[in-house]
Nanobody, 121 residues
């Protein structure tokens, strides 16, 4: 059974920071490109960031580039999303995702349940 478990969401003031974590039960964790999507009310789910399975190359959406940092710890089967300089438009449910041996997250094989991030103005 594969499970992705997010944590670290919550309420933060604009300009503040949050760190999201995603713990994965995947046996072959190091073979999965990992990352995050988010979905705000009334909007489509959008790509946020990914980290490649083979070389840990990161890829970010333009909207978060320079503010968010994605990392992974293969020994802990965990990925982290450090979110700095948060803006109200970052408010969304954030979903951890995993895709086997992909260049970027396009069609994830597995999804987490989501964690709410709310940024107040």
């Amino acid at each position: 059974q594969v499970q992705l478990e997010e944590s670290g969401g919550g309420l933060v003031q604009a300009g503040g920071s949050l760190r999201l974590s995603c713990a994965a039960s995947i046996r072959t964790f190091s073979s999965y490109t990992m990352g995050w999507f988010r979905q705000a009310p009334g909007k489509e789910r959008e790509f946020v960031a990914s980290i490649r399975w083979s070389d840990s190359m990161t890829y970010y959406a333009d909207s978060v580039k320079g503010r968010f940092t994605l990392s992974r710890d293969n020994a802990k089967n965990t990925v982290y999303l450090q979110m700095n300089s948060l803006k109200p438009e970052d408010t969304a449910v954030y979903y951890c995702a995993a895709e086997l041996r992909s260049v970027v997250l396009r069609n994830p094989n597995y999804w987490g349940q989501g964690t709410q991030v709310t940024v107040s103005s």
